[in-house]
């Protein structure tokens, strides 16, 4: 189910009742609920993939109650490794195996060896990714004692496959989000508004922006020959922005689901495409991701400790892994490599924290914009390796953007059609500068606006929904990872 | 929790209206390819809606897409002594079929009606057809019917910017988009075309599926013919043989349409020429339609 699906436009209100209604009475029939809408929304998509997460769900609460008696290290460790290759087993197979299978047989032809394998017609699980991710994270936090085991199945069962976050993040740590099952929720106006808030900044954030942009990077990667380097350019630009707005506009709706229902969430995006720096960039990307990385693969590594080959290598390492966590294709490799050559200049010069804060001007310096455009152009870069067919279409789309067109105009077929979206751009970029100090851009309506203003941007917002979106429920690219 | 619901409420009225007066506003400040979602002006049928208002006792009421307002020339029949009258409209799936027979089909009470089936618009969700007729004819229950049915931004921006224009506005004042200069109205609801010369493209090969939503709402159709007892012919006109022969399971397509009534598929019946006797891959030029029409009197209606 999608959210931004008429589907999803009658599922979430009929929960939501459900919920402050009928299962409001105790703390078990509000996550029992939760259990059950969560698996109607999951087996939306495909029924049999719920038994997938079903049995991810009971190996590590068994695992994890096995944790809580048993003393012996060596016992703890066997259970840990156990989790982790049931979760990366499942993951792997299903994400992974046919890219193995190709390369090795690629690589068996490299050295003159024929090697006959079919490879598999596997269907990879909508948002394996992100709740094998969580679950790990909980055996794991349980392993190094960080977190007491749960003895409630049903809580832990709605802490594995919570709905609003169930298929795209943010990825959520156990310490955070299963005590919050613990705890009976009750209804908070206040909260419920502002989930609805940026719920509705989410869906403007998808069906808006990034459709809309998505329509134009589309058109111009699937004929990227037939254009000169400023269209590529501009194709590049549109894809940044498409990623942006789905990615994180799923997160704003997941979050602000949540809200409705009582929970908070970790933040997932801080204005990414305001970064002074890459390192800036990456505290404010897919946060939920880049933590988890850090914590449970990073500062076991050594992190930033050490000597510098072995700084260098862990920065290698984490950005190479996440890349690869994206899928299963060179393209993603490449992309975290180069994010990771971007790093470790910043690293390797005691740079990497030097934007901490945001910007806290309204008006920027002239060295704070030109640091912005050079991070952005960097990213945008990187954008065209993850947006690319494969490598070689990512080659020679970067080789065409510098010919001796890229100061050019795109050509008028182009330019007819993406006044509106540019204009849409400005007005979304402009909300997001004034509202970045907040969680999300309109959160601070609350406080610069009265009721009646506010009440009529929402409406505007929603209008322009209406004006721009696609007609087609168009799904949200992570969903693939 | 009751306050929520209460501010939920009045916010849905204000958006309401704020959303009806962003659609006038939108309308009369932005060209058509600045706003996407809302198409206010569409088609010619307004016209043909006009005419039919007229009729009454027809001979024959043609029903079908462009391939039957292009395709069946009522000056030929009206020659031959024919009382008829094409009700043909921009893609017109079953959906729009079923709301023209209820707001039209008694007014005009025919002998016989000739329904053009073209298999590439049984599995048309419908949704250009559905705003030509939102725009070009007078709103009732059944375009607010389509607009659930289709759940389609498009149609539903399109019906209340119409509802609401025929509500606040005259109710005839159709801004409907001029014929190109080529195209000519007659008649009856014919369009002919000067004459031009169909250059050949190459299709990919397809197997059409077609869907049970659409083939429900066609039975539905025919059920009310049977119900009028009015009969009815199913034809299919003809269209390239680079288009047709790209179509896989046309004989399954027959077999279908051949167990709901008298069924004529005109693509096997007349030999027409790619190149002599079309414009474009799926319309006949006047040549052709002056062939294809020949053949359907002598075949269809002599018999």
Known sequence: ?481 | MKKFFEDLLKLTVIVFLFYCIGLFVFNSLFSQRSRPNLITKLGHNNVRLQEVKQCNDLDILFFGSSHAYRGFDTRKFIEKGYRVFNLGSSAQTPLQTDVLMDRYLNSTNPKLVIIEVYPMLIIDEGVESSIDLINNDLNDFNSFELVLKQKNIKVLNSFLYRSLHDLLFSKIDLDTLPLGKEYHYHEGGYISRDLSYYKYERFDNETLNFPEDQLKVFDRVLEKLNQSEINYILVQAPITNAKYNSILNNAYFDSLMQTKGKYYNFNELVKLDDSLHFYDYHHLNQNGVDVFNKKFIDLVLNE
């Open chain 1, 1 to 481: 189910m999608l959210f931004n699906s008429l589907d999803f436009a009658w599922f979430l209100p009929l929960v939501f009742i459900l919920y402050w209604f009928f299962a409001n009475k105790n703390l078990k029939y509000q996550n029992f609920l939760i259990v059950v809408a969560s698996y109607v929304f999951y087996g939306w998509w495909d029924w049999r993939f719920l038994f997938l997460i079903a049995f991810s769900t009971i190996v590590d609460y068994l695992i994890g109650r096995k944790l809580s008696t048993e003393g012996r290290l060596n016992k703890r460790k066997v259970l840990l490794y156990l989790s982790i290759l049931v979760n990366l087993g499942l993951l792997g197979f299903f994400k992974y195996y046919n890219f193995f299978l190709d390369n090795f047989i690629t690589a068996f032809k490299f050295f003159g060896k024929s090697l006959s394998i079919n490879s598999l017609n596997i269907i990879l699980p909508v948002g394996i990714s992100f709740y094998t991710f969580q679950t790990l994270s909980y055996t794991i936090d349980v392993y190094k004692r960080k977190l007491t085991p749960t003895h409630n199945f049903i809580a832990f069962t709605a802490f594995v496959s919570f709905f609003p976050q169930l298929v795209a993040g943010p990825i959520e740590r156990a310490t955070n989000l299963l005590p919050q099952f613990y705890k009976k929720r009750e209804f908070v106006y206040e909260k419920a508004v502002e989930g609805l808030r940026q719920i509705l900044w989410g869906l403007f954030k998808k069906m808006v922006i990034a459709d809309n942009c998505a329509v134009y990077a589309n058109m111009i990667f699937n004929n990227s020959d037939d254009y000169s380097g400023s269209t590529l350019v501009l194709g590049a630009v549109f894809f940044s922005f498409q990623i942006y707005g789905d990615f994180s506009g799923y997160s704003d709706i997941a979050i602000g689901t949540s809200k409705l229902f009582g929970f908070r969430l970790i933040k997932n995006f801080s204005f990414p495409y305001f970064s002074r720096d890459i390192a800036e960039f990456w505290r404010r990307w897919h946060i939920s991701l880049s933590t988890w990385f850090r914590d449970y693969l990073y500062i076991p590594l050594g992190g930033s400790k050490g000597s510098i080959y072995n700084k260098i290598r862990n920065v290698f390492i984490i950005f190479l892994v996440s890349g690869f966590w994206h899928g299963a294709n060179w393209t993603f490799i490449f992309w975290g490599l180069l994010n990771a050559l971007y790093f470790i200049p910043l690293m390797l010069f005691n740079k990497n924290r030097n934007h901490v804060e945001s910007i806290s001007s309204n008006v920027p310096s002239i060295l704070e914009c030109i640091k912005i455009l050079i991070t952005y152009g960097l990213v945008v870069f990187a954008w065209v390796f993850f947006r690319a067919e494969n490598i070689q279409h990512a080659i020679s789309y970067c080789i065409a953007i510098f010919d001796y067109n890229l100061f050019s105009l795109p050509p008028y077929s182009i330019r007819k059609l993406i006044y509106p979206t540019l204009f849409l751009l400005v007005l979304f970029n402009a909300i997001e500068w004034f509202g970045r100090k907040k969680d999300f851009a309109i959160a601070q309506l609350e406080t610069v606006m009265g009721r009646p203003l506010r009440w009529v941007f929402y409406a505007m917002l929603i209008f322009l929904i209406g004006m721009y979106m696609q007609t087609e429920e168009t799904p949200f690219i992570y969903f693939q990872f």
